[in-house]
């Protein structure tokens, strides 16, 4: 199918109109509706009367809000605030978190070649970097670390929520007796 000038207009004409492409396809015949699009888009006609109940939604305008800058909480996120002092516990950092790196002192230090397989394995710095070491301590039997770093390392796993003592208001047991009489 060719686009001539009279069919082009005649598209034109019907897509003013409003019809749908499917609509103006089988009033051309012979085009199918991807073809009405590709041929509005080429022509520029993207833009075209719309009809009254889209016409209602776009006339409102959006009032101008100021914006609202949000604090972010790791709390503020919790969605049932029934249980919110049971979560924040949850959130509390855990003594582990918060253990500092043991200095090692630099004539103690091992490079990956000086470690022997007593010694503990923890890498200490950024492997790119020129002071980047290994503990090398003597390491706990069985673990790849000395105590230190086992503690960091294998930490016991915490209890889970559903599993602590929690006091949620429960319902009294219903009856299971018949009403007297029946």
Known sequence: MVWNDE???QLKKLWA???SASQIAAQLGEVTRNAVIGKVHRLGLATRASSNRTNSSRLRMRQAQPRRTVQRQRVA???NTAFRQMLEADLSPSPMSIIEEIEIPVGER???QQLTEGMCRWPIGDPQQADFHFCGRNKVT???YCEAHARRAY???QPRRRDRE????TLPALSTKEPAGT
Do not use: A, W
């Open 166 to 169: 929690v006091s949620i208001p």
């Open 17 to 19: 109109d409003g019809l």
């Open 110 to 112: 091992k490079t990956l």
């Open 77 to 79: 996120n919790v969605g």
């Open 7 to 9: 069919r082009v207009e």
């Open 155 to 157: 930490q016991p796993p």
């Open 142 to 144: 069985g673990l790849p």
